[in-house]
């Protein structure tokens, strides 16, 4: 069996990274990202979630967290467990999926649907500086990538919310 992350202390913020199965390449669509993004909205206004920074890259997410009302672990658990059923249920559904039947084909194992690898990379935010590290690996993800030149360029991401103060998709949590 491998390493299952586990959070010792639930009020405390995280960095968590989140991988799809297989590193398969799904959010490529928006339509899946938007359900991804929903997700997280509807958590912050019924579950206390404080989402501080994030970024959804193709295969992958990362985000940094807490919570003020449910254990972090449990918020963890359903979001993972909602969007994917979501995401697979939209790509099944997606008349312009071009790339449906080998999407699903990758996303399953032993004859189940499976769309998150099995739980999930965090690290507990303890100092100002390894915060700041983790909000640079974040926003520098899609430039490393090569897909912007400049952070704020990147639209699944809260580096234009939090380098220049324009509105995203998320309310983020002042830290």
């Known amino acids: 069996m491998g390493f299952a992350f ?3 202390d639930e009020l405390a913020t995280h960095f968590v990274t989140f991988t799809v199965h297989q590193w398969v390449d799904v959010f ?3 339509d899946y990202v938007d359900i991804f993004l929903n997700s997280l909205r ?6 206390g979630l404080l ?3 994030w970024v959804v890259m193709t295969n992958h997410v990362h985000l940094i967290l807490r919570s003020e009302k449910e254990p972090l672990s449990d918020i963890i658990r359903d979001i993972k467990k909602f969007t994917s059923s979501q995401i697979l249920k939209a790509i099944d559904n997606n008349p312009k999926e071009s790339r449906k039947r080998w999407l699903l084909w990758l996303l399953q194992k032993d004859n189940k649907r499976i769309f998150w690898q099995a739980g999930y990379h965090g690290e507990e935010i303890m ?3 390894f915060m700041q590290s983790k909000l640079d690996y974040i926003h520098n993800n899609p ?4 897909w912007v030149s ?4 990147y639209t699944n991401s809260s580096a234009k919310t939090i380098m220049r103060g324009e509105a995203g998709p998320l309310a983020l949590y002042d830290f």
């Open 6 to 8: 586990t959070i010792k």
């Open 28 to 30: 490529t669509r928006q």
């Open 42 to 47: 509807y958590c912050q206004k019924e579950k």
């Open 51 to 53: 989402v501080y920074a």
């Open 127 to 129: 100092t100002a500086n």
């Open 143 to 146: 430039v490393r990538a090569g």
């Open 150 to 153: 400049i952070a704020e360029e």
